[in-house]
């Protein structure tokens, strides 16, 4: 069985983050986020990933290689023009084989895959779409479907009042190869705007596959947060690495100012008058000087913050200094390798660069 991961959007929503990095490389508890969804597929099986991809390819190539080090084989398709979520699988036609998943690359969930495949076989569809019921589904896919699940429109990011429905599009597909038919070659071609509405209009039968399982898309700042807090408070069950400490974290065991719970790469180096968590995540080579205060914050690797400041809320990118007495307000977004100054106060909800022309990739 294969499966096709997405991984060609250029992350818009989380910029500065996905000028230095492509969001699949985002990094989920500390490990790159595509490393979590490549886990998850190994765990039912799939061994054969095939990712169109085309915004950085190169930072995902360099990291994953040809997949043997995680004991699977990956084919990487890389799109010139980006080609839409139904042109990516046209583009990829030559090397599958036979019927597969497609997995949205920012959706973190707890599905269980092999029942969703048990399923599909039961109805016997050309396709079965996982779908999760959410409070607002205007950012989402809307999918209405019968009570035998046969599903009869798909409308995708409908203004709220005019939502047929709360069960959204969760981003994991399983097709028959006939699917690829319907799909013309060589343009952009968007799999929610234009092939599920045809192969429903044609009389095709995509069946609907709705769980209660854990879901969320991480393309967005606040949801990235929300999954990390998830994470720590083990409503998303995830497996930790060895080497890194868990909820409640062993590298900064016996510190006065943690609030659990945090999650720290081994080598972090915390003042003991710093005031971690809750719900933080440290990464590798992190550095935190007297008083400093963190709460409800991701901080990738190598980030060094002066005495003093306080962070909030905020998602802090690799390699970034922060000066002593800073205040980073709720909600902010810090680029790669940003220097804050001494005192400098980001008012909530601020992105600050790397400007994109100097961290566009080269290759
Ligand atoms: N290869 C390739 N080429 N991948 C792409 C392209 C492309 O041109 N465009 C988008 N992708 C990838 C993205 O990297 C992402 O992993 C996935 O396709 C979905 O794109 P998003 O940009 O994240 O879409 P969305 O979140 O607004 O909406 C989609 O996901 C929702 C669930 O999170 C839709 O599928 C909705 O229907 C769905 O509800
Ligand atoms: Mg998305």
Redesign the pocket.
Known sequence: MQAI?????E?TRLRPLTYGTP??MVPIMNVPFLARTLERLYEAGIRDVIL????MPQAIVDYFGDGSRLDMTITYVI?ET????A??LKNVEEHITGRFFVL????LTSLDLQAMLRYHEEKGGLGTLHLIPVDDPS???CVVHDQTGLVSAFV??PPRDQAPTNE????TYLLELEILKEIPAGR?VS??RETFPQVIAAGEKLYAYTTNDYWI?V?RPEQYLAAHRDILSGSMPLKLEPGLTGPGSDALKGHPGVVPPIHAAGDVVVDPTASIGPNVVLGKGCSLGARVVVRESVLWDRVSVGPGTHIEEAIVASGVTIGPEARIGKGSVIGHDVTIEPGQVLEAGSRVGPAPSTALPTT
Do not use: M, Q, S
């Not at 980006?82 to 979520?85: A, D, Q, R, S, V």
């Not at 949205?104 to 959706?107: P, T």
């Open positions: 991961v997405l991984v060609g959007g992350g969001k699949p169109p991809a085309g915004y799109e980006p080609l839409g979520t042109g990516a949205n690359g920012d959706v950012a989402f896919g995708e990011k959204i599009n969760a981003g952009n799999i929610e898309d393309g």
